[in-house]
């Protein structure tokens, strides 16, 4: 029985071993990550997800107040952002993540109480409406909210500097891969949260009363504890070997750097710039993305639930197909990314658009047969670019900023958060689908900063060894 047991342990160790590539600063950091990434992601869905959105809309009865109770997290983020991001460069931040392991109890407790006193604080629903549950209710509400979003800025911001300090530093390719790995995780997770709702719904008559809607929400607050006890394990990384693993683009030997004058040599209508501007380029598409999302993203369920007449069990179906379309469109993208002889941001490109026809023709598309085929199709090419977009932001910066930037890309995921508001105020005013309308042109106009990036970020030079072969 302990030789069994051994070889268990064995192959669990091999298993996660294939997920972490050789050449890693710190395996150990690169193991949390991707165990933290799975937590988080499962956090997101069960306790934030559309089940908690539709908790929060049968609670205040109107999408405005749904977009103003989920801003608050995203207003919190942006006050954070940057004494974060600085904190981050300038403070230990394996101490950071554990002053954010304590936010995210705090969060996870108040958000508990929440979920369960909601219910009991709201009044009896006569005639179809249901009393406000009081300001006592709201003020803990939205504390929980607050809490989440500093902690979201604080845990992402320091954890992803780690994870990128700690990654391999032999190519571009494998940080990208590194990073799909970590994206393809995510979105697993992202479809097992679901399935806790699904099972749940099923038990209790699968309808939306705000009664049977805690059991659902409550895995989720239950799993921050551990989530926290993991962002405690981090290990600091050395600066001397962090700074190995700056960018290609910036860095090499001085072979690399003969090479790259090559490959620029051959390319005399199509100079390399530097990647001084990739940063600023990809935070202007992102906060512009994330704006768009805002508006529709907290409202896709509310748009199914309330137009559609989805039941929770379809929702909560489409909600775990989703992220396993993301998983397959980021592997898809990152081959095709690969065999791109332009690079990777064409790739992306081509998807990203697609992904904004596919919103347009959810706007006027009636069958909800289509629209869930649709649904998925534009959410998971909208969403798969997000492993690329982090490997080339790795490589375009020093370890030295990679605290304030990767502060400022958790403002740019919680600002779609914030954007909520405005999305609630446009549900209510002009309908679901034209709010999909202005949300397509906002991702049209941040596609403009990606075309720029094309000669910025190029495909990655085959190695020296291969291209002297005759």
């Known amino acids: 029985a302990r030789s069994g047991s051994h070889a268990d342990r064995r192959s669990r160790v091999e298993g996660m071993r294939r997920l972490v590539p050789p050449g890693c600063v710190s395996e150990r950091n690169v193991t949390l990550s991707l165990a933290i990434a799975v937590l988080g992601s499962l956090v997101v869905t069960i306790a934030h997800g559309h089940l908690f959105t539709a908790f929060i809309f049968e609670l205040f009865g109107s999408n405005s107040s749904v977009g103003l109770l989920e801003s608050a997290s995203g207003f919190c983020a942006l006050a954070a952002a940057v004494p974060v991001g600085l904190a981050v460069d300038k403070v230990s931040r394996t101490r950071l993540l554990r002053y954010a392991a304590a936010l995210g109890l705090l969060a996870a407790v108040s958000g508990a109480l929440a979920v369960v006193l909601g219910p009991v604080l709201a009044g009896p629903a006569e005639g179809g409406v249901r009393g406000p549950p009081g300001p006592l209710f709201t003020s803990l509400l939205l504390a929980s909210l607050c809490f989440w979003g500093v902690f979201f800025t604080i845990a992402q911001s320091a954890a992803l500097a780690l994870f990128a300090d700690s990654a391999p530093r032999s190519s571009q390719q494998e940080r990208q891969a590194l990073y799909a790995t970590k994206s393809t995780l995510t979105s697993l997770a992202f479809a097992c949260g679901p399935l806790v709702a699904l099972t749940s719904t099923l038990a209790s008559d699968n309808d939306w009363r705000l009664e049977r809607m805690p059991c659902a929400l409550l895995p989720g607050f239950l799993l921050m504890p551990v989530m ?72 896709f369920g509310l748009w199914f639930k309330n137009v559609h007449k989805v039941s929770p069990a379809g929702l909560a179906a489409l909600s775990a197909a989703t992220p396993v379309a993301i998983a397959v469109a980021v592997q898809f993208l990152n081959r095709l990314a690969r065999a791109s002889p332009y690079g990777p941001v064409p790739a992306v490109l081509a998807l990203w658009l697609t992904s904004v026809g596919c919103l347009l023709a959810m706007a006027v598309a009636t069958d909800w047969r289509g629209l869930m085929l649709l649904h998925l199709l534009r959410t998971s090419l909208a969403n798969c670019k997000e492993p690329i977009a982090r490997a080339i932001l790795a490589d375009a910066i020093p370890s030295s900023q990679r605290g304030r930037w990767n502060a400022v890309g958790s403002l740019t995921s919680m600002t779609w958060t914030g954007s909520a508001a405005l999305g609630g105020f446009l549900c209510d005013r002009y309908g679901y689908g034209r709010t999909f309308v202005f949300t397509a042109v906002l991702y049209v106009f941040a596609a403009l900063f990606w075309i720029p990036l094309v000669w910025m970020v190029p495909a990655e030079r085959p190695a020296k060894k291969e291209r002297h072969k005759f």
């Open 228 to 299: 926290c006890y993991l962002l405690t394990l981090f290990e600091e990384v050395d600066p001397e070997a962090a700074a190995l693993q700056v960018s290609l683009l910036e860095r090499g030997g001085a072979g690399e750097a003969e090479d790259a004058a090559t490959d620029r040599a051959r390319r005399p209508g199509a100079a390399r710039p530097g990647t001084t501007w990739v940063p600023y380029l990809l935070l202007a598409a992102e906060l512009i993305t994330s704006v768009g999302a805002g508006m529709t993203v907290k409202f």
